[in-house]
């Protein structure tokens, strides 16, 4: 098992709170070796539409990233500009 320390973006947590899904901004959880930020999401209950950008230690990853050792994950919530 490892650890994973899950950052969300302010932009995801509104999102999650007016869908009635808050979140705590941090959390940290045990997940197995080869777990996948995607899988992540969906244990958390968190729809992997609503992360258009995630980087670990931050450094912009794909969800598809599997996580091998202790990370720090961040989400961010959909995104506006032009």
């Not at 197995?32 to 912009?60: R, Y």
Request: charged letters at 20%; aromatic letters at 2%; one cysteine or more.
């Amino acid at each position: 098992m490892i650890t994973i320390t899950l950052r969300l973006s302010q932009s995801l947590l509104s999102i999650l709170n007016d869908v009635n899904n808050p979140r705590p901004e941090t959390c940290y959880l045990q997940v197995k070796q080869g777990t996948t930020i995607k899988e992540v999401l969906l244990k958390e209950g968190i729809n992997p539409l609503l992360a258009p950008m995630v980087s670990i230690d931050n450094i912009k990853v794909d969800i598809d990233t599997v996580v091998e050792t202790d990370k720090t994950i961040t989400v961010y919530g959909p995104l506006a500009g032009g």
